[in-house]
């Protein structure tokens, strides 16, 4: 079975505590929830996590790389300060697809910038929660696993 990694960074834990009027009150175990439904209808393996720490993210980056076939990345502020997560990006062969809940771009001048996405297949923002499966599907039809 393909198995797929859904990683999110700082702060992320907090969801539906966290500045609900950006972020909304969905928690991270729902999004987990709805993304273990999708990849299960898709006939995916998933694998969730969530880390406060720029290292441990690092960590778990070069190990997705030996144990999935795609990753869906929400790295939370550290898209915006992070070279060494996106040098664990370029330095690993798997494919990554960025994730924002919030439109990034629509938000603080800091948030327009990441430096990950130039290393990753496409980004997906704005959409709130749904854009967990949104990322899931389309890392299923990169992989050409999609029907
Ligand atoms: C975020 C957007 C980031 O700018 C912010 O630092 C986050 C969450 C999002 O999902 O909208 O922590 O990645």
Not at 8 to 22: F, K, V
Not at 71 to 79: D, E, Q, R
Not at 115 to 142: D, E, K, S, T
Request: aromatic share 4%.
């Amino acid at each position: 079975m393909v198995s797929i990694a859904v990683l999110n960074g700082p702060n992320l834990n907090l969801l539906g505590q966290r500045e609900p009027e950006i972020y909304g009150a969905t928690t991270l175990p729902d999004i987990e929830a709805m993304c273990r439904d999708t990849a299960h209808d898709l006939g995916l393996k998933l694998e969730f996590s969530q880390s406060n720490s720029e290292g441990a993210l690092v960590d778990m980056i070069q190990s997705a790389a030996q144990h999935h076939a795609g990753l869906i990345l929400n790295a939370a502020a550290y898209t915006h300060t992070s070279v060494a997560l996106r040098d664990a990006v370029s330095a690993v062969s798997l494919p990554v697809i960025e994730l924002h809940l919030s439109n990034v771009h629509a938000r603080e001048e800091f948030r327009h910038r990441s430096w990950i996405a130039p290393v990753c297949v496409g980004v997906i923002c704005g959409f709130g929660p749904q854009g967990y499966p949104l990322a899931i599907r389309a890392m299923a039809g990169h992989l050409g696993l999609a029907g």
